[in-house]
């Protein structure tokens, strides 16, 4: 009897899963009729091999095992059922689609192939199916064998109490790096080279955060203007990472040099994080491309409306939402992220608009089936996870309101800290929060401080040094005629607009750059800090660099004297939060003595050196005050159970434009404080002394912060 060509294999793992003897292939569509595989020449990817069906079905899953199939054969799905999208239903045989499981894909899509399942430009618009065949112009998946040696790599699991966030795009941190070979430039082997790694471990990062590495597509928009999707932010495929950032190859090459970079990072002692896209997908609204999901099963994969399910339900602002409240759409995100955890070895995860995953059917829901899932999961809920926690949709602003396990990008801290030093009004009762862990955003669901990751900038906005050199946006570069970034940026130039040669004006900037960056490591939560920002990188006033994959984004490493001054700023701050344990707490502050504590964890005062009391607050122009962190009243014991002792510190807050007399506290709150940080000394400052009750001038614009040393109460 002759044995089938296609045996009938086995409906899990999802994906290409290759035995030694050849593939079991597995994908799911719920309302397809035929589903086939089609193999192509690693050596000519346009050209087609073979194409065969895969005749089982289980639980909605296409499957089938090919005996002799092997490793680094290249493939791509065609799936066949009725073409309506009035019905949500917009299958295509013509379209090559790209496996959801796919590990590894070869090749990028070419702006150029009719990848639109309709006759683009048509009167009919997507209601016309399309019959030009795309699969010259469609990446393959690649059939991989995992032979990685991990060398006993481990994890280095930084508790999030220490943990310091280094946000970081691949290619834009390495690329013009005069210590790390050409060839490795942009590329994941050259983020972990040495060079890349002194500089992180100088400025004390404990996790990189990068930007997204799955393989994405460019916008056709972008493509017409001879553009490209720096950021990445529009995701073709979850599992694979993005051959662009590969030194080594597209073959599968790109993930066994993912793989090594996670394991040099780590033996460093740096962890990985990734920036991570599953609110929505490159393939667009119903005027969009067919790559892969939307061939599928696009009601399943995507949300749809229910009046009418031709169009897709838009909580992104990118043309479609994921669909979270199908069961295999949030199966293949949890497949995707244990993926990342347990295959890639990384160490957490930011999610982009992290409100679309929390939606049902109703709306945002703490309760949603996504956080259940991540919950309960052994391995996912272990892992680092921080939110976005804002999409374009109504009610989409959900700072604070995320359930526990999760940290947030506090989007509340960032604005503040920026009104506070522009000068605003009204700002002394939020900044009293932002800085001490915003106990008001997350004490109440049972989160710690650590639920809030602190920062003043992000890849999405304007750079540190913009940020004080331009009030407006200047995003003319990007060729939407200024229309596209953030109107609203709390954003001050420091009377200038724009770069100048004030000595005067620059003076302030570089001195309001220290202010942001030793607030940032002086508040309580988790800092993050975005590559470059320690050493002035500019993007010239765009604050929407999205699609500027150049030098307008790369980080630039010759630096002047200034951005040299910058940076060894950055790592004297760095180090003092380290050094510091009541600058990373643990819990909440109590504003009370704790065990036998000599002073209150925590107490606020006027610049009389009086404390603060409930109507200070309610001032409108209080612009200075200070705070006092007691070192002998940290309440969590160390892991060995021993109890936590560190230096007092005495913070001046001065964000008039004038310089403000500080009197310090009197005798009982301590004998001596030694001078540690003055923001508008340029270099290191000196280690002055004043006792209590003694007076310190806190310069115009400026923080001071001055140290009562553990010793004199041991």
């Given at each position: ?283 667009g609204n119903h005027l969009g491309p067919t790559l892969s999901f939307k061939g599928l099963d696009a009601g399943a994969y995507y949300r749809l409306s229910e009046k009418d399910p031709r169009y897709f339900m838009d909580f992104t602002g990118c043309g479609n939402s ?393």
């Amino acid at each position: 009897m002759r044995r089938a060509e296609v045996l009938p294999g086995k409906p899990f793992p999802l994906g290409a899963t290759y035995d030694g003897s050849g593939v079991n292939f597995a994908v799911f569509s719920e309302h397809a009729k035929k589903v086939e595989v089609c193999l192509f020449d690693p050596a000519d990817p346009k050209k087609e091999t073979r194409r065969f069906p895969l005749l089982e079905t289980t639980n909605h899953v296409w499957h089938g095992y090919m005996p002799g199939v092997h490793a680094g054969c290249l493939y791509g799905l065609r799936v066949h059922g009725p073409y309506e999208p009035k019905k949500g239903l917009r299958f295509n045989p013509h379209k090559l689609l790209v496996d959801p499981y796919a590990k590894a894909l070869h090749g990028k899509v070419d702006p150029k192939a009719p990848f639109h399942a309709y006759v683009h430009g048509g009167k009919e618009e997507d209601l016309a199916m399309d019959t030009q065949d795309d699969a010259w112009g469609v990446p393959k998946g690649v059939i991989l064998t995992d032979g990685f040696d991990w060398e006993e790599d481990r994890k280095p699991e930084v508790p999030w109490h220490k943990t310091v966030l280094y946000e970081v795009h691949v290619k834009g941190f390495t690329k013009l790096h005069p210590g790390i070979p050409e060839n490795l430039r942009g590329t994941y082997a050259g983020l972990a080279h040495p060079a890349s790694i002194e500089h992180m471990k100088k400025v004390g990062v404990t996790s990189v955060e990068l930007l997204p590495i799955h393989a994405y597509m460019d916008e056709p928009f972008l493509t017409q203007k001879g553009r490209s999707n720096y950021w990445g932010y529009n995701t073709l495929n979850f599992f694979a990472p993005d051959a662009r950032f590969s030194a080594s190859g597209s073959l599968g090459e790109q993930v066994a040099e993912f793989k090594g970079m996670v394991k040099l990072l780590h033996r460093a002692g740096i962890e990985v994080i990734l920036d991570v896209v599953y609110n929505h997908t490159c393939e667009g609204n119903h005027l969009g491309p067919t790559l892969s999901f939307k061939g599928l099963d696009a009601g399943a994969y995507y949300r749809l409306s229910e009046k009418d399910p031709r169009y897709f339900m838009d909580f992104t602002g990118c043309g479609n939402s994921w669909n979270a409240t199908h069961p295999y759409a949030l199966k293949l995100v949890a497949d995707s992220l244990r993926y990342w955890v347990e295959v890639m070895h990384v160490d957490g995860f930011r999610f982009d608009l992290a409100t679309t995953l929390g939606r049902d059917r109703h709306g945002y829901d703490t309760r949603a089936a996504f956080f259940q899932i991540l919950h309960q999961d052994p391995v996912l809920s272990r892992a680092k996870l921080i939110a976005e926690p804002w999409d374009v949709g109504d009610y989409g602003y959900q700072v604070g309101n995320f359930p526990v396990l999760w940290s947030e990008w506090n989007g509340k801290y960032r604005d503040t800290i920026r009104r506070y030093w522009k000068g605003d009004d009204r700002q002394a009762a939020e900044i009293g929060s932002r800085l001490t862990g915003s106990s008001d955003l997350y004490a109440l669901s049972g989160r710690k401080p650590t639920a809030s990751v602190n920062f003043v900038t992000a890849h999405d906005g304007f750079t540190l040094h913009d940020l004080v050199t331009y009030s407006q946006k200047h995003n003319e570069a990007n060729g939407e005629d200024n229309r596209d970034g953030a109107n609203d940026n709390h954003a001050w130039n420091c009377g200038v607009e724009g770069e100048t040669a004030d000595p005067k004006v620059n003076a302030l900037r570089e001195q309001q750059k220290r202010n942001f960056l030793s607030t940032l490591f002086l508040s309580q939560g988790v800092p993050m800090l975005v590559a470059g920002d320690e050493m002035g990188r500019t993007q010239k006033g765009n604050n929407n660099a999205y699609c500027q994959d150049n030098e307008l984004s790369w980080v630039n490493w010759e630096l002047s004297e200034k951005q040299r001054q910058l940076l060894e700023f950055t790592t004297r701050m760095a180090k003092l939060r380290r050094e510091q344990p009541v600058l990373s707490k643990r819990r909440f502050f109590r504003g009370a003595h704790i065990w036998d504590s000599e002073l209150k964890d925590l107490a606020w005062f006027r610049p009389d050196g009086k404390e603060m009391k409930r109507e200070d607050w309610e001032k409108p122009y209080v612009r200075s005050l200070a705070f006092l962190l007691g070192g002998d009243a940290i309440a969590t014991p160390d892991d060995e159970g021993y109890r936590i002792v560190g230096d007092t510190l005495l913070v001046l807050l001065n964000a008039h434009h004038e310089p403000i007399t500080f009197l310090l506290p009197a005798l009982e709150w301590g004998a001596d404080w030694e001078l540690v940080v003055d923001t508008a000394a340029t270099g290191e400052s000196q280690r002055t002394h004043t006792p209590a009750g003694g007076k310190v001038q806190a310069a115009g614009r400026s923080v001071v912060v001055l140290r009562r040393p553990t010793t004199e109460w041991e």
